[in-house]
């Protein structure tokens, strides 16, 4: 019997405390800071995600043995290597890599070079400082339209440009590397060519030398229906992607993921945690887009409810490298999410909304994402606001079973995509 503590507050984090609340395994569950979903099925802390003393307070007196990590913000300031690093910590099995794995997505140049030196397929690029801004113009006079800017750091998503006219892109460079748009985030940017081509997400579990492949997943980013407006964190996902077949997952598999790993461990980068690979099928061919060193949200609302092993069980594989001694077992049929979202959202935004309903949903998963309890009352404290799972035997049954149920939910300018899975 395990206590374990989850570090997060959204749709993800609330779908992990969900799974592990399941295992025969779990002890005591805590979640820090967590959201109204968790608080009715684990404990709730108040911590900073990032306030790493604070943590190993808490570790210590709960008598924590395992951290799952939700966010990539605390994997990329080193949190894995704190807890290995002091003696107090080190038995605790950390899930998310180290802060040198964890540059994957904390840094698009060293991804890309990780892709150039293991020959992964992605993408042609540069990288540019204030400094070559203007030797950065001329690569772009090199390259097709449209025009992909990549924020090297971490911008909470928001960092990747798409741009068609060649003087815009330019300019946004500037924005970028001289005005610093994205602040630290784009001292450095990352150039590169555009790929045409219909995307989706795979995941993988490894224990630095193993892994497990997990459930395909494919998200919606944009705020408007057909895939229009501004980005976001993501307004629904489906799993299993239709269109990955046995023949492109073996290509993934061999082109990406095995010397993704394999990697790991030539450039001795300590990987325990989740790969989540960004991927473009162009024609029939897998490219990279981005890796991210944790689960993506809101694909963990479909790809979790899928796995049929206990999760406790997977991550222990994890912290003793034993990953090779189990076998996967996923649930046939597929699931669908949407995400619930505040008015207004990506830009700015209303909380304290009171939500109703959400208790009369029976037939459908209930995941929080930006909630909070207030007087008893649930109330919105995100933009994301609630993800609505729903499984049946195809993505499109279980879409229209979210839908049904999303009908149900009640607050104060509420809005969703109604057309997740509209291109496949």
Known sequence: MKNILVLGAGGREHTFTWKLAQSPKTNKLFVAPGNAGTAKIATNVALGVTDFEAIKEFVLEHDIQMLVVGPEDPLVKGIHDFFADDDQLKDVVVIGPK??????????????????????PTAAYQSFTKESVEAGKMFLETLKPPYVLKADGLAAGKGVLIIKDLEEAKRELENMLVEAKFGQASAKVVIEEFLDGIELSCFVLTDGKNYLTLPTAKDYKRIGEGDTGLNTGGMGAISPVPFADKVLMQKIEERIIMPTIRGFEKDGIDFQGFVFIGLIKVKDEPYVIEYNVRMGDPETEVVIPRIKNDLVTLFEAVGNTSLDKIQLEVEEQAAATVMVVSGGYPEGYDKGKVISGADDIDDSLVFHAGTKLQDDRVVTSGGRVIAITSYDHNFKEAIKKSYQNIAKLQFDKMYYRKDIGFDL
Do not use: T
Not at 99 to 109: P, V, W
């Open 99 to 120: 802060k040198r794995g964890a540059l994957l997505e904390g840094s698009k140049e060293f991804a890309k070079e990780f892709m150039s030196r293991h020959s992964i």
